[in-house]
């Protein structure tokens, strides 16, 4: 009867498991077009970027659910318990980047709706983009697999778009100062800068949730050294 | 013995809601802090908001470790399930406010380390962050009392935040345009302002999730109207 218990705590786990990674695959959808579109004018990939933004909410919600459903029914208790509440906050922050996703997408259309567009710092977003992309990848691939190996590095690249959305502020100051026509595009642009920068922010959480599910250890608040001793300790 | 169970769940919801008003208590006053550093220019204060994030923090941390307790221990089910996992969510929300109110403070610094502070709408952000208060403490009052009837008034609050944002924005663009040896520092009033706009974000959301806990309707992702008819429905 104990193992019966189990055995279906195990299954919806596994089933609730797979719509997070649903969730994230459509994520990572919706950052690919937010950027593309950004990058290339398309703002009918920017409309598109905002009108899926509710079925990321969607997920959320139904992921909500199912979490609350598991507890209720097969009662988990400490590890197991710990896994289905670290997937609530997990899909917290999910939902987050799929919200500055269609942040993105905002602002691309209101980029492309003025001139002056001489398209700066395009390609450094670009990168920051694809920086984070891989963050995003590497901390549902954790989830996916419970593996920790990868949080360090996680906090690691959090950092370096942290130093590279200054990068690409303090290069957005040097033209709007040459050129102070170009001030208002260049905030548009900006914010959509730290609308990356924020997804970083998001998947760095997420790599930590997995460290917690996996180690009992709470290692938000501190730093990738202190991440990767007690990841490997 | 049924009974008994009942009232120690109630007995540890209580201490856990009283957990969590503290911490609104102590990140309303990073907020203030924050704010009036800003304003003033109170670079020590600034250092002090900073400084006490970590408390923030670890009050985030202990409390989620609370709610799984209850859970394991008094194992909940259906409505007060509910309350502890919308527990778990506010804090993380709150937590969010207090790393904004730090952002602030880290603006406020930087503001006062350059020169042509010539004061540009700080008025504006000041009335932007009392309205942010109000906000959280609404939200605060709503999750204490566990009493829906604010929510609609907080979901308008928040598009008005958005609103004085949005004007914030186009004053430090004249600024800025005006001036453009102001680009730089003006650019950290805008993070600053920002941080505000997301507080607000934030404190909708907790208010959200109280209407969830009543009501058992998921309101997150609906317009004003919608919380309205639901709250009074």
Avoid: W
Wanted: net charge negative; hydrophobic share 45%; charged share 30%.
């Amino acid at each position: 009867m104990q193992e019966h218990i189990f055995k279906q705590f195990d299954a919806d786990l596994e089933a609730v498991r797979s719509q997070v990674l649903k969730m994230g695959g459509l994520v990572e959808e919706q950052i690919i077009h937010a950027i593309d579109a950004l990058a290339t004018g398309n703002t009918e990939l920017a409309d598109q970027v905002i009108a899926n933004d509710h079925r990321v909410n969607a997920l959320e919600v139904a992921i909500d659910e199912d979490c609350s459903h598991i507890i209720a029914r097969r009662q988990p208790t400490a590890g197991d318990l710990r896994i289905v509440m670290m997937i609530v906050k997990t899909i917290t922050d999910l939902e987050r980047i799929g919200d500055e996703a269609a942040k993105i997408a905002r602002m691309t259309k209101l980029i492309y709706s003025k001139d002056a567009v001489s398209a700066p710092r395009f390609l450094e977003i670009k990168h920051m983009g694809n920086l984070v992309l891989e963050m995003l990848r590497k901390s549902l691939d954790a989830f996916a697999r419970l593996e920790v190996s990868s949080a360090g590095q996680i906090a690691r690249q959090d950092i370096q778009v942290d130093e590279e959305f200054r990068l690409v502020l303090r290069h957005l100051i040097t033209f709007m100062m040459e050129d102070p026509r170009t001030i208002s595009v260049a905030i548009d642009i900006l914010f959509a800068a730290k609308a990356i920068e924020r997804m970083g922010d998001h998947a760095k959480n997420m790599s930590e949730y997995v460290v917690y599910m996996v180690k009992g250890k709470d290692v938000r608040h501190t730093t990738p050294e202190e991440i990767e001793r007690e990841v490997l300790g």
